[in-house]
């Protein structure tokens, strides 16, 4: 979750973002979400994010107005949204008409697997992060070249397990190092856990993804 808001703090600050929201369940991911933003955005320069964390299966419209009221007449220029399905068009849908101006929405990764959500007219053009997908095209080409079909979605996940164990035999562990992994650049962070270059992506109402801007090298 903290990867997911940084790059996605980063990518809407690149292109004017000032004032974001954080909306999203009152659990380990939310609060994930909330914490990555508040520690990003004054690294950024910008002020704290206003966030509200509503009761798992809570009301999320009356969240969504509750977040509106503590955006204040400036309004927010970008919300990110820790929400999916129903939950999610509800909230945007709400904060489109309770905001002075319409925020850009942000979302989770777990977004690549709803594309139908670009249907709802508030979120057309919401971004959230994802692999980059020429990275898994050649990985899933691989491996459907090895077994005869496609790999499950979480398959890359230990194939660059593997990878970094191999690396790390060969000639010792690669902290900071870029390597490519099966989704895209990946770094080793000196604490075990790994950090990937995430590419942002649109929701359209096709229901076809618009890459907007591609997965960077982390630690470039």
């Known amino acids: 979750p903290a990867e997911q808001a940084d790059r996605l703090a980063t990518a809407a600050a690149s292109v004017g973002a000032r004032r974001f929201g954080v909306l999203a369940p009152a ?19 910008l002020p704290a994010p206003v966030v509200v964390l509503h009761p798992v299966r809570g009301d999320v419209a009356q969240a969504a107005q509750q977040l509106a009221t503590q955006a204040g007449p400036e309004g927010l220029d970008a919300v990110l949204l820790g929400e999916s ?26 977004w690549a697997q709803e594309p139908a959500l670009g249907q709802e007219p508030a979120l057309a ?22 077994f005869g079909e496609r790999p499950p979605r979480l398959a890359s996940i230990a194939y660059d397990a593997a990878a970094l164990a ?29 950090q990937r270059g995430l590419a942002i992506f649109a929701l359209e109402p096709s229901g076809e993804p618009r890459l907007v801007q591609p997965a960077p090298v982390p630690g470039a």
């Open 27 to 45: 659990d380990e991911f939310g609060r994930r979400l909330a914490a990555a933003l508040r520690n990003r955005l004054p690294e950024l320069g």
């Open 85 to 110: 399905g129903a939950a999610a068009r509800t909230a945007a849908a709400t904060l489109s008409d309770a905001l002075p101006s319409r925020p850009r929405f942000l979302g989770p990764t777990f």
């Open 166 to 194: 191999s690396r790390t035999v060969r000639g010792g562990v690669p902290v900071g190092e870029a390597l490519m992994g099966a989704d895209g650049p990946i770094r080793l962070l000196p604490d075990g856990q790994a």
């Open 125 to 146: 053009g919401a971004w959230f992060p994802a692999p980059d997908p020429s990275a898994r095209m050649n990985f899933e080409s691989r491996y459907m070249s090895a």
